[in-house]
């Protein structure tokens, strides 16, 4: 494989890793990736990949040199070709470096050679006993062990906070197309849930609705917890305010009634329930209304909104700088209970909005 044939077959190995998990902590290969030596974070997969590419390539050759060996080859040039942009496209989850084999430790013939010089010997012994075995044990085994390599930056990158670039002012319509665009992909009802917790923490904080705002896992049952809702917000004294279910499509007969029980079990006195849905569904309609206006008459207000109109009647009353507020809030809850692919769409909507200027 070229350089170009080399990335396009990492990012298919990569993009693959990410459908499949990210996998359990894996000692050996998590102490290369996530060394505290930046050089040795890039060596691993570039030395890794360069023989992935052309197998006559030897993992512990690092350069051409004078002489040539057996195996040798440039390893500086494919990492500047092939892994650093790879990185820069990934949040630099391995580190800035545009150069990394510029660094003293990776400006020799091999990587077995002259580890008694430098300063972190054990770290580059731990590399050396890594890839050694690897370098005549076969294709096969240099691929299955490349993607445990990939699946610890998988782990590296969903310990890390994204960059995302909010900008310092965005209309009310840029802001609705973008949480449009961003509600439409499927996600399991993930991206719904994270809008509806963010944008209430935001509403809360604007008008002095609440003081607190929980929210639940995604898989977390709310019968298991005794929650009666997704999201719940709480006033300064810990009452429940309002309790939201979140559905990532239309709203059923049995999605009301369900709820009515659970508010109707909950330890904590519940008055507002409300559905952050995008629709009742059409041939449950006049019973859902029903079932909502019988639990008015016993105490409890039942509403359904979808999060999109919610969020354009409520930011419409707003000074335009809660709208940033609003789209910083929603890339924190991401980084909490998100993974890559989520995180990733939102850092690039935002990206794509126009004006060019951004806050941190």
């Given at each position: 494989?070229?350089?170009?044939?080399?990335?396009?077959?990492?990012?298919?190995?990569?993009?693959?890793?990410?459908?499949?998990?990210?996998?359990?902590?894996?000692?050996?290969?998590?102490?290369?990736?996530?060394?505290?030596?930046?050089?040795?974070?890039?060596?691993?997969?570039?030395?890794?990949?360069?023989?992935?590419?052309?197998?006559?390539?030897?993992?512990?050759?690092?350069?051409?040199?004078?002489?040539?060996?057996?195996?040798?080859?440039?390893?500086?040039?494919?990492?500047?070709?092939?892994?650093?942009?790879?990185?820069?496209?990934?949040?630099?989850?391995?580190?800035?470096?545009?150069?990394?084999?510029?660094?003293?430790?990776?400006?020799?013939?091999?990587?077995?050679?002259?580890?008694?010089?430098?300063?972190?010997?054990?770290?580059?012994?731990?590399?050396?006993?890594?890839?050694?075995?690897?370098?005549?044990?076969?294709?096969?085994?240099?691929?299955?062990?490349?993607?445990?390599?990939?699946?610890?930056?998988?782990?590296?990158?969903?310990?890390?906070?994204?960059?995302?670039?909010?900008?310092?002012?965005?209309?009310?319509?840029?802001?609705?197309?973008?949480?449009?665009?961003?509600?439409?992909?499927?996600?399991?009802?993930?991206?719904?849930?994270?809008?509806?917790?963010?944008?209430?923490?935001?509403?809360?904080?604007?008008?002095?609705?609440?003081?607190?705002?929980?929210?639940?896992?995604?898989?977390?049952?709310?019968?298991?917890?005794?929650?009666?809702?997704?999201?719940?917000?709480?006033?300064?004294?810990?009452?429940?305010?309002?309790?939201?279910?979140?559905?990532?499509?239309?709203?059923?007969?049995?999605?009301?009634?369900?709820?009515?029980?659970?508010?109707?079990?909950?330890?904590?006195?519940?008055?507002?329930?409300?559905?952050?849905?995008?629709?009742?569904?059409?041939?449950?309609?006049?019973?859902?209304?029903?079932?909502?206006?019988?639990?008015?008459?016993?105490?409890?207000?039942?509403?359904?909104?979808?999060?999109?109109?919610?969020?354009?009647?409520?930011?419409?009353?707003?000074?335009?700088?809660?709208?940033?507020?609003?789209?910083?809030?929603?890339?924190?809850?991401?980084?909490?209970?998100?993974?890559?692919?989520?995180?990733?769409?939102?850092?690039?909507?935002?990206?794509?909005?126009?004006?060019?200027?951004?806050s941190s």
């Amino acid at each position: 494989m070229d350089n170009i044939e080399a990335r396009k077959w990492l990012d298919g190995a990569w993009d693959r890793v990410l459908e499949t998990g990210i996998g359990e902590p894996d000692t050996e290969i998590d102490r290369l990736v996530n060394s505290k030596l930046v050089s040795i974070r890039y060596a691993i997969l570039t030395q890794m990949l360069g023989k992935i590419a052309n197998a006559n390539r030897s993992l512990l050759s690092l350069q051409l040199g004078t002489e040539q060996s057996p195996g040798a080859w440039d390893a500086r040039s494919f990492c500047s070709a092939v892994i650093v942009p790879w990185v820069s496209d990934n949040h630099d989850v391995l580190g800035k470096s545009p150069d990394p084999y510029v660094n003293n430790p990776l400006r020799r013939q091999r990587l077995d050679e002259g580890t008694h010089q430098l300063r972190y010997k054990q770290e580059w012994d731990a590399l050396v006993s890594f890839l050694a075995p690897l370098d005549t044990g076969g294709r096969i085994k240099l691929e299955a062990a490349f993607i445990r390599c990939l699946e610890s930056v998988a782990r590296r990158l969903a310990a890390q906070s994204f960059g995302y670039q909010v900008p310092i002012r965005v209309s009310l319509p840029q802001m609705i197309r973008v949480l449009e665009e961003f509600l439409a992909e499927a996600s399991g009802g993930l991206r719904p849930l994270v809008v509806t917790a963010a944008m209430m923490t935001v509403l809360g904080r604007a008008f002095s609705l609440f003081a607190n705002v929980l929210s639940q896992g995604l898989n977390e049952s709310d019968s298991s917890t005794g929650a009666p809702g997704d999201v719940m917000c709480m006033d300064s004294n810990g009452n429940m305010v309002l309790a939201i279910e979140v559905k990532d499509r239309a709203l059923t007969l049995a999605d009301v009634r369900g709820s009515i029980q659970k508010a109707r079990a909950s330890t904590d006195p519940l008055s507002n329930l409300l559905f952050a849905s995008p629709s009742i569904r059409d041939d449950e309609r006049d019973v859902i209304n029903e079932n909502m206006e019988a639990a008015w008459a016993s105490g409890l207000n039942i509403s359904q909104i979808d999060v999109v109109d919610l969020v354009n009647a409520s930011f419409a009353l707003l000074p335009e700088e809660w709208r940033p507020k609003l789209l910083r809030e929603i890339g924190t809850e991401l980084d909490e209970r998100a993974d890559h692919a989520h995180r990733r769409a939102w850092h690039d909507l935002l990206s794509d909005i126009s004006g060019g200027s951004s806050s941190s």
